[in-house]
């Protein structure tokens, strides 16, 4: 029996900052994502979620996670998966703090037999425009999630990028 593969999605939902537009962001402005992944009928079995921002984003915070009826987590509910998050650095110095976010779901279920419907489970998480030398006017700056399951099955993702902007001093 071979699975439907999971689906993933994400975008910029909203930024803190009145004074920008679009996806122009200025130092120290939160950025908020939401990544939405539909889950196929059955098990996924050592499913994780792993998201990377390129350098100069930090992941800064987590609203919510949350999954469609049927779905569920060996490690507990979404809830306690997303208590148990880990943030991590990817290489040295302030543009790089806190960039990587990992969930560990263990096997994922969808029990859920309506083909009609589909199964999700949607993250929503703030990242910031850091502060450092190394993050420039103009710059455009991503993130991307990779879902992995079954130890070799993956399914990836990308937002759309933020522009980094800052005053013109002159």
Known sequence: VTLASVALAKSVTATNNTDTTGNNVVVGEEITYTLTATIPEGQLTSATLVDTTDACLAITGFDSLNASGGVSSTNGSMAAVLAAVSVANVGGGTANDGRRLTLDFGTLTNSDTNNASAE????VYRATAVNSASCSRGDARNNSAV?????????????TDVIIQEPAVT
Not at 120 to 123: G, N, Q, R
Not at 147 to 159: I, K, L, N, P, R
């Open 120 to 123: 999700t489970i949607t993250l």
């Open 147 to 159: 879902m992995t399951w079954d130890t070799t099955s993956t399914a990836t993702v990308s937002a």
